[in-house]
């Protein structure tokens, strides 16, 4: 026990802001590896054998850090040394872990991504206090810093929800985690939780399964795939059902966490899927320490744009140079002329109605590509019950009939914040702040132009996305979607937020095309708050009718 102590010590002296406590930390790992590594000899680091520990084992864990670290650590002291001494290790003739991905998203290219020292000053207080708070900056967070004032926002949330003392237990929290990303097939998010809700003394018998995790875990599957699939199907039945289960049930403010972190998962889970974000380099899917083979060097070469299927894409794009220049002035002009239409005359009650529930049933048949992505759930399916439940359109034609949510009647600035912060003291300011950080960011930029005004076309994609989820606003005009919102984009949108699972690269690639990825990536923000909001609206009106 105590030289598991003393390795986690050396681990977290590498987070420090100091200087002095990082390079003592430094040299124990360096101690540590090079002393494994002369004991096991050359050759590289045998597989592990499962279910016992061994030297092996412990230089398996020790190098896999070091990968990570070598690569994905704000300080360049530890990114220097780490890499220096996997190289020592590689001397000795010690297999080293390779990553399998070159970058942390397979839709945009790693060059394009933020390379770590060369950050400006803001950006790096922010990766440092991520990193010194985590441990780790993981490929959400290397995306999201695209954005800042919203990445802030985002990880102070993410922080308070899941390591500031609150209503659920610290391992509890990891687990729902798992739970709300198993239910999109998420394997990126429910790997990162497996080990963080291991690190903070998770039964890993849980993780056989979720009829394995305590029963008070297992009455939240139903609401956790209603609000993943069909929030508007949740009522205050569902709310009972978890407060007054015996000894099994749940407080006001335990259930209160429980939405949040099932709606800020679930959302996740969406923007994962919607970048494309990579396995991280330490879980399953992110390294490997087997050669390449000269097969799977060309493979590696092409899913990272090296190649010559890169070149002809380059190819393709310099060819569509002018038309997607001209797709971007489209737009600019179509929003012009909607503002125009706005200035010059109100459009009736009677018309924005229609105009709403023609772009609902419209909607339906907005459809995921066919061609979607294989993926294998088996290790997935295991935390969730009822792997067939997925997204169904609101209110499809001869089905059971669900009316139409006016935003009116309960929203999230007069009613939801304040049940809220009500029952999980500061949540409420915290989440208020991260929706109004995506809604409202902008550059005024569009691709390559300047001071442009993009209120109309953020407010089209919110909108469209609650429209989707049955969510009406009186005062909007649902005609301004299609005008903004071209057929691709929408499939996309509809495959992000309902189906996440589906979204592919070809996908990614076939909405606005001249469009720059940090633009891309500020969609899936939207996308990500639009939603989460979306499920919040149904779950806390469903509490607030338990109440009442």
């Keep these: 026990m105590a ?3 003393g390795a986690a010590g ?8 100091d200087p002095g406590r990082r390079q003592a930390a430094l040299d ?4 540590a590896v090079l002393s494994l590594s002369e004991r096991l000899g050359g050759g590289g680091p045998p597989a592990p054998s499962p279910g016992c520990s061994s030297p092996a084992d412990g230089l398996n864990e020790y190098l896999v850090r070091l990968l990570v670290l070598s690569r994905r650590c704000p300080f360049s002291d530890v990114r220097d040394k780490c890499g220096a001494i996997l190289q020592v290790v590689q001397e000795m003739g ?19 991504i933020l390379r770590l020292g060369r950050e400006d000053a803001e950006i790096r207080v922010l990766l440092i206090e991520a990193f010194a708070t985590l441990g780790r900056l993981d490929n959400v967070t290397l995306l999201m810093v695209f954005h800042p004032q919203y990445l802030d926002s985002f990880l102070k949330t993410q922080h308070y929800l899941m390591h500031v003392d609150g209503p659920l237990p610290y391992c509890y929290r990891h687990y729902i985690a798992i739970m709300a990303a198993a239910q999109h097939q998420c394997s ?13 003394g998770g039964d890993p018998k849980w993780l056989a399964g979720l009829d394995s995790a305590p029963l008070k875990l297992q009455t939240l599957s139903e609401v956790n795939k209603i609000l993943a699939h069909r929030p508007w199907l949740i009522t205050k039945d569902h709310i009972e059902k978890l407060l007054k289960a015996e000894e099994h049930g749940w407080s006001l403010a335990e259930l209160i966490h429980v939405v949040v972190l099932l709606t800020h998962y679930h959302s996740l889970a969406s923007f994962t899927f919607g970048c494309g974000i990579n396995p991280e380099l330490r879980c399953d899917g992110g390294h490997s320490f087997q050669l390449p083979s000269v097969g799977n060097c060309y493979l590696f070469a092409i899913t990272n744009g090296n190649n010559a299927v890169e070149e002809r894409l380059n190819v393709q794009v310099g060819s569509e140079g002018t038309e997607t220049t001209c797709e971007v002035e489209a737009l600019m002009e179509k929003m012009k002329r909607l503002q125009e239409c706005r200035d010059e005359e109100e459009t009736s009650q009677e018309e924005m109605a229609t105009r709403f529930e023609r772009e609902k049933t419209e909607s339906f048949f907005v459809a995921p590509s066919e061609n979607e992505k294989s993926i294998d759930t088996r290790e997935i399916s295991r935390h969730f019950e009822d792997p067939s439940y997925g997204y169904k359109d609101f209110c499809r034609h001869g089905e ?5 949510f006016r935003a009116q009647d309960y929203t999230w600035e007069d009613h939801g914040y304040s049940l809220v912060n009500r029952l999980y003291p500061d949540v409420g300011q915290l989440l208020d702040e991260k929706f109004q950080k995506a ?4 550059y005024n930029t569009m691709a390559m132009h300047k001071d442009v005004d993009t209120s109309m076309l953020r407010r089209a994609i919110w909108n469209y996305i609650h429209c989707m989820f049955g969510i009406k606003y009186d005062d909007y005009d649902y005609g301004e979607i299609n005008h903004l919102l071209d057929r691709n984009f929408k499939v996309y949108i509809k495959t992000v937020v309902c189906s996440p699972a589906k979204t592919t ?3 990614y690639d076939s909405f606005w095309r001249q469009f720059k990825h940090s633009e891309k990536i500020h969609v899936n923000l939207l996308l990500m708050e639009a939603r989460m909001q979306a499920e919040l609206l149904y779950a806390l009106t469903a509490i607030t009718r338990y109440l009442t």
């Design 439 to 442: 809604y409202n960011l902008t």
């Design 28 to 31: 124990g790992v360096r101690q």
């Design 400 to 404: 059971q009939y669900v009316p139409t």
């Design 10 to 17: 050396r681990w977290d002296g590498l987070c420090s802001r």
């Design 188 to 200: 990126y998010l429910v790997n990162l939780h497996v080990n963080d809700f291991l690190q903070v």
């Design 3 to 5: 030289g598991r102590t």
């Design 94 to 112: 010690v297999r080293i872990p390779r990553p399998l991905a070159e970058g942390p998203s397979e839709f945009i290219p790693e060059k394009e």
């Design 505 to 507: 690269k070809r996908m």
